[in-house]
């Protein structure tokens, strides 16, 4: 029992290029979130989905891209990074809304 | 923006004091969790509250659910080294299926 899994866990991006980050939970969670973590403005949330096939905005979702073809995976992409985006990524999974999430350990982006 | 506040930003403590951290939301909120981050880490879930005024307790921490279901707070009884990192709330709205994250409040121990 995995939990949640993230790779990479460090990335450098050039501005334009794009990528996508990896999410998979084993807990067979039906909700699941990214979310970004900036200093001084604690957790804003991009995207996140409530079961498969299922996905919508969070506060931040502009330049961002998710989608839910299984319950175990949930990957964000990057259309064209910019230096904005630069951040530690965490995706995170629940059973459902009125549970604890339980949180990946998080990608570290930067964009140059 | 956000709405769901934390106070204080920063919080120094002597080891064995008392700490206090407060989460205000512009709106009523169905549920409350907390969180706990340690430095260079991923949030870890502590415990939700659900009901109006409710009140739960792990150990040395003290959780409370404001009776508007619009604040809560955490309270530690004397500090230990083990406490230090950064306390986020986080809730839902009602009918609304997105967890906002407080700002938190980043805990230092002195010892």
């Known amino acids: 029992n995995a939990g949640v899994t993230q790779t990479p866990k460090f990335q450098v991006l050039k501005t334009g290029q794009s990528m996508t980050l990896q999410c998979a939970q084993d807990m067979n969670h039906e909700y699941m979130s990214w979310y970004r973590q900036d200093p001084g403005m604690g957790l804003r949330l991009i995207h996140y989905?409530?079961?498969?096939?299922?996905?919508d905005q969070g506060e931040v979702p502009n330049g961002y891209n998710v989608s839910r073809s299984t319950t175990e995976d949930f990957p964000l992409r990057l259309l064209s990074a910019a230096p904005s985006q630069t951040s530690v990524y965490f995706c995170?999974?629940?059973?459902?809304?009125?549970?604890?999430?339980?949180f990946g350990s998080g990608t570290r982006l930067t964009v140059v | 923006g956000q709405q769901v506040m934390q106070i204080p930003q920063y919080q120094h403590v002597q080891e064995g004091e008392d700490f206090t951290t407060y989460c205000n939301s512009s709106?009523?909120?169905?549920?409350i969790q907390w969180y706990k981050q340690r430095p260079g880490g991923h949030p870890v879930f502590l415990i939700q509250l659900v009901k109006s005024g409710e009140v739960k307790k792990q150990k040395r921490l003290t959780f409370q659910f404001g009776e508007a279901k619009k604040n809560s707070s955490l309270h530690i009884t004397a500090t230990q080294t083990t406490d230090v990192g950064t306390y986020f709330c986080a809730g839902f709205r009602g009918g609304n299926e997105k967890l906002t994250f407080g700002t938190g409040t980043r805990l230092t121990i002195i010892p």
């Open positions: 995170a999974s629940s059973k459902t809304a009125n549970y604890g999430y339980t």
């Open positions: 709106t009523t909120l169905s549920n």
């Open positions: 989905s409530v079961g498969a096939g299922i996905t």
